[in-house]
């Protein structure tokens, strides 16, 4: 008689076992497939690709689509980057990145070893978004810009999280009491401000008041400003260059110097610091970049550590470093206004005393070009200086 009961729990057992223990995919073969995959957008190097379920590698492909089980690896001096959604992940140098579990919920990204940088823009109700490590799994709640490095080993993972609102360029909404004005100039939203912390006028300067004010006392910053979400006035507002910045090259085409500084930056990270741009009434443009010194000397190991900075900038392995993400940069332009052909790696910072750097700390792109006039002409000269790169 206490057979069957057992018998019966037997079977109940197995049932169970085969419900809780069949996988996903089997159980949900009727499901909807996820709506949303992530996008290879940017590869420079050698960069590898293996699909879900395979040993195998091949070379990644631009705008491939990723999904649950996909691996990527980037090899020596070679960078990634996807895009789901408002979220932008880049992959730095010797990096092993896979989906653990992708779908229009969830993102869980594997990071065996290397660096991953992800930018969160807004998160919907619902959405998740994991960095699973060697030793840890951290979890992202809210949109910023996030850094994971795991060491070769997989024993040590270092995160460094600051919020979105510090990314360059963001600038917010304006403060209460303060108006903002934008108005059309040259296809851009030109930025005037008014309120009472701003300023009445120069003193005994008649002259300069009337050229700072408009005729409904805005003052006029000199910037132009954007949303940073497309449609969404409560996320505020981003910088989108100097009103004054923007030139023509040769052919007319206008250059809108602001975006184009930000993206070249976020391209070359993390060699460069800052850059100005040049190209006025030139075939091409041409940056005067000021490199990460500490991270560029790491392109040439085989200096002597106490070897002058300019020595570091001329050696040909770290020009070819960079000439080959310039090369990268390039072949993914939209056009001559986005185009950079040629660089100039300087070793001297930019000064305060020559008014190279603002009040505010951000690069004065005119004065810059002035005081560096040699650099930018050693930029378009026939003959190759030692500190200039070019494709």
């Known amino acids: 008689m206490k057979t069957r009961p057992q018998h019966w729990l037997t079977l109940l057992s197995i049932v169970f076992a085969i419900c809780v223990l069949t996988p996903n995919g089997a159980s949900a073969d009727g499901d909807d497939p996820p709506t949303r995959v992530a996008r290879l957008s940017y590869v420079d190097g050698q960069v590898s690709f293996s699909p879900s379920g395979t040993d195998d590698w091949v070379a990644a492909v631009l705008n491939r689509p990723l999904t649950t089980g996909d691996k990527l690896w980037t090899d020596q001096n070679s960078r990634a980057e996807l895009h789901v959604g408002s979220a932008a992940i880049r992959l730095g140098e010797q990096t092993g990145f896979s989906f653990l579990n992708f779908d229009d919920h969830i993102m869980q990204i594997r990071l065996t070893e290397g660096t ?214 390039a072949a993914q332009s939209t056009g001559s206004s986005t185009r950079v052909a040629r660089l100039a790696l300087l070793a001297e910072p930019p000064s305060i005393d020559l008014g190279e750097v603002t009040d505010k700390g951000s690069l004065n792109q005119r004065a810059l070009l002035a005081n560096r006039y040699a650099d930018v002409e050693a930029l378009y000269a026939s003959e190759l200086k030692p500190h200039v790169v070019r494709l």
Not at 167 to 172: N, Q, S
Not at 235 to 240: A, I, L, N, R, V
Not at 253 to 268: E, H, Y
Not at 298 to 317: I, M, N, S, T
Request: glycine fraction near 8%; hydrophobic fraction near 40%; charge should be negative.
């Open 116 to 329: 991953v940088s992800v930018r969160v823009r807004r998160m919907n109700e619902g959405e998740s978004i994991e960095v699973d490590t060697p030793n840890l799994a951290f979890s992202i709640f809210q949109p910023g810009h996030y850094r994971v490095n795991v060491n070769e080993a997989g024993d040590t993972t270092i995160i460094n999280v600051r919020d979105d609102a510090d990314r360059p360029g963001i600038v917010g909404v304006p403060h209460r009491g303060v108006e903002l004005k934008l108005v059309p100039n040259a296809g851009k939203w030109e930025a005037r401000l008014r309120g009472p912390n701003i300023m009445p006028g120069y003193w005994r300067r008649p002259d300069l008041t009337a050229a700072a004010f408009d005729e409904e006392r805005f003052y006029k910053i000199g910037d132009a400003l954007r949303l940073a979400e497309p449609g969404n006035f409560a996320c505020g507002f981003e910088f989108d260059g100097r009103v004054g910045e923007d030139f023509k090259l040769a052919t007319g085409t206008w250059v809108s110097v602001g975006p184009l500084r930000l993206d070249f930056i976020g391209k070359f990270d993390p060699w460069v610091r800052d850059v100005a741009v040049a190209g006025h009434d030139r075939d091409d443009l041409g940056m005067l970049v000021f490199p990460d010194e500490a991270e560029t000397r790491r392109l040439a190991p085989h200096l002597r550590p106490e070897a002058p900075f300019a020595e570091v900038v001329a050696d040909p392995v770290v020009k070819e470093t960079f000439r080959e993400r310039l090369s990268a940069v």
